[in-house]
C-alpha cells in the first residue's frame, strides 16, 4: 500500500532585474570579485564533524559567497546561438541554517540561483527571485526576517556589480 501524498499549491514570487550599462565581462568579474566563491574546506570540516570550527571560518567569511556557476550561454550554441548567460548560486551557509532549521524545505531556495544575462540587443542584466517572496510561502517570522536581510544584501551587491 503507497502511504504517500502528493500536494501542489501556488505561490506568488516577485522577479527582480537589475539592468547594466556595463560590458558583461566586466559585469562578471566585478561581482565575482564583490562575491568570491566559497570555500569548499567548509563542507569537509562539516562531513567530519567539525561544525564549531566550520561555524567560526564561515562568521570571517564575507555575507555573501558564490557556490557555484553554471553557463547556460554554453548551451544556446547547441541551438547555434552565441550568448553569455551565467547562472549563479549565491547565499551564505549561516543565514541558510537560520533558516532551515525553523523550515527545513528554506533549503530549496537556499542559495539562492542568479542569471548575469546579455541579450542579442547586447543589454545586461542580473535576475533573481526575491528570497522574501520565496521563503514567504512558509508563513514564518524567524525565516521572513533572515530572508528580508538576504534580500536588501543580494540586491545591494547585485547593484554594486552591474554599476
Known amino acids: 500500500m503507497n502511504n504517500r501524498a502528493t500536494s501542489v499549491r ?5 522577479h527582480v532585474t537589475i539592468g547594466s550599462n556595463r560590458p558583461f565581462d566586466k559585469v562578471r568579474a566585478k561581482l565575482e ?7 569548499d574546506g567548509i563542507f569537509t570540516l562539516l562531513q567530519y ?19 557555484g556557476q553554471r553557463n547556460h550561454g554554453a548551451l544556446l550554441s547547441i541551438a547555434g546561438l552565441e550568448r ?3 547562472q549563479y548560486d549565491i547565499g551564505n551557509p ?5 533558516m532551515t532549521r ?3 524545505s528554506a533549503g530549496l531556495y537556499a542559495p539562492i540561483r542568479v542569471l548575469l544575462r546579455e541579450d542579442g540587443d547586447g543589454m545586461v542584466a542580473f535576475e533573481y527571485d526575491r528570497p522574501a517572496s520565496v521563503f ?3 508563513g514564518d517570522g524567524e525565516v521572513d526576517a533572515v530572508a528580508q536581510q538576504l534580500d536588501r ?7 554594486a556589480a552591474a554599476t
Not at 10 to 14: F, K, R
Not at 50 to 66: D, F, G, K
Not at 153 to 159: F, G, M, T, Y
Open 10 to 14: 501556488s505561490i506568488s514570487v516577485e
Open 33 to 39: 570579485t564583490l562575491v568570491p566563491r566559497i570555500d
Open 49 to 67: 564533524g567539525e561544525s564549531e570550527r566550520a561555524r567560526r571560518e564561515l562568521e570571517t567569511c564575507p555575507p555573501l559567497s558564490i557556490f
Open 84 to 86: 553569455q548567460a551565467l
Open 94 to 98: 549561516l543565514t541558510a541554517s537560520k
Open 102 to 104: 525553523h523550515q527545513l
Open 136 to 138: 514567504g510561502q512558509f
Open 153 to 159: 544584501d543580494l540586491q545591494a551587491v547585485l547593484e
